[in-house]
């Protein structure tokens, strides 16, 4: 299975972006989907996932109420909706299959997508 993030860039404090990633293969529905950040200096880390059928959803404390996750298995896409973004959300975000809710990633990374928030 081949991920391709994109939808990242460079915006101001306050603003949105929409993050989608793209999955080859036929087992996208299969696994419940993550999407992750790496900061400059900092370790990886899962800010929101979402079950197999898109009704489960949870999310780390740092983006509730303003990151909302969604998934498209009919186009193999899951997305990102980030509203009010704010400069500590500047990372590379990345997404991936889940080997369990909350558990560690299945596939290989892609190259992720820049997202940058400007004071």
């Known amino acids: 299975v081949q991920l391709v993030e994109s939808g990242g860039g460079l915006v101001q404090a306050g603003d949105s972006l929409r993050l989608s990633c793209a999955a080859s293969?036929?087992?996208?529905?299969?696994?419940?989907m993550g999407w992750f950040r790496q900061a400059p200096g900092k370790q990886r880390e899962l800010v929101a996932l979402?079950?197999?059928?898109?009704?489960?959803?949870q999310y780390t404390d740092s983006v509730k109420g303003r990151f909302t996750i969604s998934r498209d298995n009919a186009k193999n896409t899951m997305y990102l909706r980030m509203n009010n973004l704010k400069p500590e959300d500047t990372a590379v975000y990345y997404c991936?299959?889940?080997?369990?809710?909350?558990?560690?990633?299945?596939?290989?990374w892609g190259q992720g997508t820049q997202v940058t928030v400007s004071s």
């Open positions: 979402i079950g197999r059928t898109g009704s489960l959803v």
């Open positions: 991936n299959a889940l080997r369990s809710w909350g558990g560690s990633p299945l596939y290989s």
């Open positions: 293969g036929s087992t996208f529905s299969i696994n419940a």
